[in-house]
């Protein structure tokens, strides 16, 4: 029998674009069974019309889910600051969680529906089994909008979508209309599947408290409910100890494709942090201790070592970055991390200290076993796994003593606060309050597991004739000869599954981190990083052996000032700016680099 009762509405605004400013132009609210929908006039968009309407039909301590807060919310902040509305809103780096609106001795209150699911709105919809998410021609939003209008190709995002979108509607269409339907469908789906959602989480008993706003704060409350040996909490010194060597995953380029005839294969650990979880990790107090005589016990070890391999283990940060360099370096590095690397020839010359714990055992793993059986079930079930295992050790690293911050439109008392900034009005506050959940000891450990099984995926395709192209996080692109016996077997943990559209690759390129493209029997991949649209393989082929820059505008949105703005940027970048290995053989090999000495303190 189900707990749950439907109790949440949603809100869906549409925008114009005035120059590059965006501007409420149309809302649907649910309210139980209906959707009420306002559209403003280009004449009377900058007036108290449209707030107004939200204002007046929202209803009292009722919680509307948005699924994009934080673009709805700065673009009514202009308005609200304009027409002296009270407002709080939770952020974080100026990204909005949830709002409160106070008026007429109402209390409205928001929540954003992606930062609890994670999803888009359309993925949503598919797993929530409502109806699909529309297509609309967002590109004719603008001051000039007529109600009838003839779409074309260039108004939307895809061809795909512009013959979806005549096949329906044809090419001469009353705009208003459809984006009347448009928008009310964006509320429907997202009223529907957030109710859904929501019930799937009270039904499978992960938690009561419906106050919880973020798929993080969701998974580390559940597994803190039954939890009886992992510390909420360590002491802020051991994480001021840890936390500038808390490194994350292992992204680089190790080469290009230089054989004849050649056999370029990608894999990808499906779940590669859930199943590091599900090992070992320390439980129960913390203590450190100055009396080391060898890596033996579980736990950190402060080190100094000196690495000279073509594929460095242990990593360091290095102006900013994550960096597997070689030469004489020291700092604090997990046990089978610092084991990994004895065993292949990395020198420990001194051990400092050892931080450790009263336990080490598999205590997160019944969590994953739980999460990985909701995940089976499919559909919402399978997000709601999938986000609590995802987001469980990067919402347990995160730092104590970050700040809190709120946006508001008014300060009562100023002294509460430890930083205030003030934009055309609007109070962005901060204040210091040590979180209740952060275990450093917990997530430092799991990333350090995930860089072993990557390294040791590394190995085992040397080891079996092949050369290693590139790595991210959790998969490496690699390259053999044509003739080799590598397809449909295991190599340790890698699996080369020739079923999967993305194993097989027919060319490569790989320029930088985040930086490549790659040529598929029936499509391409091209990324930059920064970039939001990309060339075609063969330009950025051509521009990485020409040691050339790419160009592109990228459209970027932009709340600087507290209101939302979308510019045209021209980015550029050169694919010439590897700097985390040397180049060598025109391209076709890197060698890592070498440092005489450098202290691994931040």
Not at 243 to 249: A, C, I, N, Q, S
Not at 384 to 395: D, H, W
Request: with cysteine.
């Amino acid at each position: 029998m189900s707990h749950y009762k439907i109790k949440y509405e949603a809100l869906d605004i549409e925008t114009i674009w005035d120059n590059d400013v965006a501007k409420p132009f149309s809302v649907g609210i649910s309210n139980n069974n209906n959707i009420l929908y306002f559209q403003t006039s280009i004449e009377r968009i900058d007036s108290f019309e449209l707030l107004e309407f939200i204002l007046n039909t929202c209803k009292n301590n009722k919680v509307y889910y948005v699924h994009n807060l934080t673009f709805e919310m700065y673009c009514f902040l202009p308005y609200l600051q304009k027409f002296n509305i009270d407002y709080k809103l939770i952020s974080a780096d100026k990204n909005i969680y949830s709002g409160t609106i106070w008026y007429k001795n109402k209390i409205i209150n928001f929540r954003c529906s992606y930062r609890l699911t994670l999803l888009s709105l359309k993925d949503l919809a598919i797993l929530a089994e409502v109806e699909n998410k529309h297509i609309f021609p967002y590109k004719i939003l603008n001051m000039k909008i007529k109600e009838i209008i003839k779409v074309k190709e260039d108004d939307f995002n895809n061809v795909e979508e512009y013959k979806s979108f005549i096949e329906t509607h044809g090419t001469c269409v009353n705009i208003y209309k459809i984006l009347k339907d448009y928008c009310k469908n964006d509320v429907y789906i997202t009223k529907i599947s957030i109710n859904k959602f929501w019930k799937i989480i009270i039904d499978s008993g992960l938690t009561i408290n419906t106050k919880i706003l973020t798929a993080a704060k969701l998974s580390i409350l559940n597994y803190f409910k039954n939890n009886k040996y992992i510390k909420k909490k360590i002491n802020i010194k051991f994480d001021r100890v840890l936390r500038p060597y808390y490194f994350g995953g292992r992204t680089e380029v190790f080469g290009n494709p230089k054989l004849d005839n050649n056999l370029i294969l990608h894999y990808d650990w499906s779940g590669m942090y859930a199943q590091c979880m599900c090992e070992k990790v320390l439980g129960g107090e913390i203590y450190t201790s100055e009396i080391v005589y060898e890596i033996k016990q579980p736990g950190f070890y402060y080190i100094e070592f000196v690495q000279n391999l073509e594929y460095p283990i242990l990593p360091i940060k290095y102006n900013n970055k994550l960096m597997f360099m070689n030469g004489t370096f020291s700092g604090w590095y997990w046990f089978e991390e610092i084991i990994l690397a004895m065993e292949n020839g990395v020198i420990i010359n001194k051990i400092e200290k050892m931080l450790t714990a009263q336990y080490y055992d598999n205590f997160i793993e019944d969590f994953i076993k739980i999460n990985n059986n909701i995940r089976k079930k499919g559909g919402l079930y399978k997000q709601i796994g999938k986000n609590n295992n995802n987001t469980f050790y990067g919402r347990l690293g995160m730092g104590p003593e970050r700040l809190s911050e709120e946006i508001l439109n008014k300060i009562d008392n100023p002294n509460k606060y430890v930083k205030i900034v003030t934009i055309n009005g609007i109070y962005i506050v901060y204040t210091k309050k040590e979180k209740s959940i952060s275990n450093l000891t917990v997530s430092a450990s799991i990333t350090s597991k995930a860089r072993i099984k990557l390294y040791k995926g590394f190995q085992e395709i040397i080891k079996t004739g092949g050369r290693l192209l590139y790595s991210d996080t959790d998969s490496i692109i690699c390259e053999y000869h044509k003739d080799s016996d590598v397809l449909d077997k295991k190599i340790g943990e890698v699996y080369f599954d020739s079923k999967n559209n993305d194993t097989i690759i027919e060319d490569a390129v790989f320029a930088a981190p985040k930086t490549y493209a790659l040529k598929y029997k029936d499509h391409e991949v091209v990324k930059i990083k920064g970039f939001n649209s990309n060339p075609s393989f063969d330009i950025f082929k051509k521009t990485f052996y020409e040691k050339g820059f790419i160009s592109t505008i990228n459209k970027e949105w932009n709340k600087k000032d507290m209101v939302l703005k979308i510019k045209n940027n021209v980015k550029k970048t050169s694919l010439d700016n590897l700097d985390k290995r040397t180049w060598c053989d025109n391209r076709k090999d890197t060698l890592p680099i070498n440092v005489s000495h450098y202290k691994n303190k931040i």
